[in-house]
């Protein structure tokens, strides 16, 4: 169930990081409360207790660092020419 729950979350917020390169800080706020209470759920944590070694036990970046870091992965692999070249599957 922990899978399921992190890859589902995790997919949600990484959809469309492009568009969340301009949003401000207090929107980008609300997609990392909804990691932090994720990272609550699966650890069985209370809700008083700190988020932050929950996150980082898990290897799980900030909401604005993953965003970054995506952009950041698309840039290099475009700049190196790594990125998959797609086949043209029309007949003619």
């Known amino acids: ?8 979350i995790s997919s949600r917020l990484e959809y469309c990081n ?7 800080k207090s929107l980008l706020n609300t997609f990392q409360t909804v990691q932090n ?3 609550q759920l699966l650890a069985n944590s209370r809700k008083c207790c700190h988020v932050a070694p929950i996150v980082f036990s898990r290897h799980w970046f900030p909401v604005h660092f ?3 870091f ?3 992965g698309f840039t290099f692999t ?3 020419n790594q990125a998959v070249k797609h ?4 007949q003619n």
């Open 1 to 8: 169930m922990e899978i399921i729950i992190h890859a589902f």
């Open 18 to 24: 492009f568009l969340f390169t301009c949003l401000n």
């Open 37 to 39: 209470a994720t990272a």
């Open 66 to 68: 993953r965003i970054n």
């Open 70 to 72: 995506k952009i950041l």
């Open 78 to 80: 475009a700049l190196h």
């Open 87 to 90: 086949q043209n599957t029309s």
